[in-house]
């Protein structure tokens, strides 16, 4: 076993990574950029070394740097952690000649798996099936679209050296070809510096279902069983499960063995995923095809260590080490059922657009690692850190496990409804949409399930109006009530000894504006008022550790609530759900005009990647303007209104902060 590792990534990995090591006495270096200086993965080293600027670009793919740092802290290995380095097999060769070990597979095996195309004809040559596809070298734009054209539409277009959604489109028909192959490859170009793709025949009803498997120096190598990732918003992974809901022992045999051919066909070793696409043909049965193989770890791997109980971390690190696997093909078993939600820094309801800010509110559910039959936290975040454009946009993952599928969702559904974050968006209530959904609480699953499940899904408030407004004055007399405790003097309820006093709110929930009024009966009742809507409103307050925590009811509810206000906006969170409420202060908001509607500004801080159009330009709604790249993703801004193009404020490759004006607009 190594006595000191250096961990090449940040976030939750970074932090996942440390506490493996520190439970086995291994000591750890953290690499950090600026804009990570205060990191939790610091400070869940032993020590840390800065390797340069906030982007990537400048830091963590900065190898030199980073294998300098293991040098000069005495690191005998390098963990990758995913993303970044993890998957690059000159980082993996310079390790190596660096006379440091590199935790995961051999360069050799990294560079054959990389490529998507050689892979392909590599696994073909194993005996592993294929989706029908063009997997050669030839990159002739009009080559490709013949092949797209043989193999029959709709296809996949994929960067060949891509991963994690990025440089990948699907075409459903031959004259949209040429527009989503530009894009595809713009976007592979900017990711993975290649922009070499390969097309492959787009599976009806597909399953996205991955092998996990382990090789050691020894010549071992068996699989720990599947993963059901179908679950996927822009091809990227938001709900996965093990093990797969349907799999029978057969199949399961069948998809293991063919995965450890796939490995053993590289010899590969440490953690990799094998990941297949499985095809639910109308007669019924499944098939399944390669797809392509990661080699390093998952960030869904938490659901195989729930399942069978093991540390794959703690395997990697041996496994490194030159020590043979832990277990032997028949000693491993499946215990129970295990899922992990994705929480990320993104609006759902606004085309899962990534969110920036700060976590003024960040509250976990009780949570216990590594045991089961209780809920897991993966995070590399505290409250009050900041949620930055220059990474990806997840939070944390959420992990639970049960005895049964049905114990596992409904232990998810509670520890969603527990999560507590205010400061950003996110997508923790749109989670808990689709836990709850017939598709997936049945197991009706293939990865167009969120465009089939959108009416339940997207735009959905369980909290409802009546209960937003409630909690929302209460959160206000609550706050009043702690003020008069010290100042008996600012009193709020205007008390007189004949009359009724009567306070107005004024509020703006889901977008719409509205009146309440709140009455102080004479026998110390409230009588709140809204619209249609009236009814005597209770509340006792509760412990807390912020925000206010309350015993709520009205209207024939109750429910225990908690409340944070930031700024004008009252973030309530309840059993039903999470909603936001704006309590508006008219004096504050007096004089103020309207938002010039000619200003088209930027959602998000990023890059401008392109214009679609220039002044002078006649638009109509809905039309693509700009292109923006933000937290590894591309972004189309289109034009709010019909109009002409009056100015363009900035250039491609122009950096932006959100809000930025980045074209002027004369509406019709």
């Not at 950003?424 to 709850?436: A, D, G, I, P």
């Not at 401008?608 to 972004?635: N, R």
Request: proline fraction near 4%; glycine fraction near 8%; charge should be negative.
């Amino acid at each position: 076993m190594f006595t000191k590792i250096l961990i090449a990534n940040r976030g939750e990995i970074a932090c996942r990574v440390a506490a493996t090591a520190r439970r086995l006495g291994v000591r750890t270096v953290a690499v950090y950029s600026d804009a990570d200086a205060s990191a939790k993965h610091v400070a869940a080293c032993d020590e840390a070394v800065h390797i340069g600027g906030s982007a990537p670009k400048d830091s963590y793919l900065q190898w030199e740097r980073i294998i300098e740092a293991a040098k000069a802290t005495g690191a005998q290995a390098i963990h990758p952690g995913y993303g970044f380095l993890s998957e690059n097999d000159a980082f993996a060769n310079a390790c190596a000649n660096a006379g440091i070990a590199f935790i995961g597979p051999p360069a050799s095996a990294i560079l054959a798996m990389g490529l998507k195309a050689e892979s392909k004809q590599l696994m073909e040559k194993a005996g592993v099936p294929l989706v029908p596809g063009y997997h050669a070298a030839d990159q002739d734009p009009a080559l490709l679209q013949r092949e797209a054209n043989r193999i029959g539409y709709p296809v996949l277009i994929k960067a060949s050296a891509g991963g994690g959604g990025k440089g990948m489109r699907a075409v459903d028909k031959a004259e949209d070809f040429e527009a989503a192959l530009a894009s595809c490859q713009r976007e592979a170009r900017n990711s993975f510096g290649s922009d070499a793709v390969l097309i492959e025949k787009y599976v009806q009803r597909p399953r996205h279902i991955e092998i996990q498997v382990f090789g050691d120096t020894h010549g071992n190598c068996v699989y720990l069983f599947e993963r059901d990732c179908s679950v996927q918003r822009r091809h990227q992974k938001v709900l996965e499960e093990a093990p797969a809901p349907g799999m029978t022992p057969e199949f399961r045999a069948q998809m293991g063995a063919a995965a450890v051919a796939a490995a053993k066909a590289v010899n590969y070793v440490g953690a990799g995923t094998v990941e297949f696409i499985v095809e639910q043909p109308p007669e019924g049965g499944m098939r399944f095809y390669f797809m392509e193989m990661n080699t390093r770890l998952q960030v869904e791997h938490p659901v195989t260590e729930a399942i069978t109980g093991l540390d794959l971390v703690e395997w990697q690190l041996r496994v490194a080490g030159g020590e043979p696997l832990p277990l032997k093909q028949e000693e491993l078993r499946i215990h129970g059922h295990a899922i992990e939600a994705r929480i990320c820094a993104e609006t759902p309801d606004n085309n899962f657009l990534p969110a920036t800010g700060t976590l003024t509110v960040y509250r976990k559910p009780d949570c216990t690692a590594f045991e089961r039959g209780v809920v897991r936290v993966d995070d590399g975040v505290r409250e009050g850190d900041t949620i930055s454009p220059f990474y990806d946009s997840m939070v944390a993952k959420l992990i639970v496990h049960g005895a049964t599928r049905a114990e596992a969702l409904a232990r998810m559904d509670a520890a969603l409804a527990e999560t507590r974050i205010v400061g950003l968006s996110t997508n923790v209530q749109f989670l808990r949409h689709v836990v709850n959904s017939p598709s997936f609480a049945q197991a009706n699953l293939d990865t167009a399930l969120i465009p089939r499940e959108a009416a339940v899904l997207f735009h959905q408030d369980k909290v409802g109006l009546a209960l937003a407004v409630a909690s929302a004055v209460a959160q206000t007399l609550v706050a009043e009530r702690a003020v008069e405790a010290a100042d008996p003097f600012s009193r709020r309820d205007g008390w007189r000894p004949h009359g009724l006093t009567v306070r107005r709110f004024d509020f703006e929930y889901l977008g719409e504006s509205l009146l309440a009024h709140l009455t102080y009966l004479h026998d110390g009742a409230l009588q709140l008022t809204f619209g249609e809507v009236s009814g005597v409103l209770q509340f006792d307050t509760l412990p807390t550790e912020g925000g206010a925590r309350m015993d709520l009811q009205f209207q024939g509810q109750r429910q225990t609530v908690q409340t944070w206000q930031l700024g004008e906006i009252v973030h309530v969170f309840c059993a039903l759900g999470a909603t936001q409420i704006t309590e508006i202060d008219a004096l504050a908001h007096a004089g103020v005009a309207a938002a010039d509607g000619g200003r088209l500004t930027a959602p998000m801080p990023g890059k401008v990647l392109s214009f679609a159009v220039k002044a002078g330009d006649v638009i109509k709604k809905g039309q693509a303007l700009a292109v923006m790249e933000a937290m590894k993703m591309e972004h189309t801004i289109a034009a709010p209104a019909d109009g002409t193009v009056a100015e363009l404020l900035y250039a491609p490759g122009d950096q932006v902060s959100e809000g930025a004006e980045l074209l002027k607009i004369t509406t019709a």
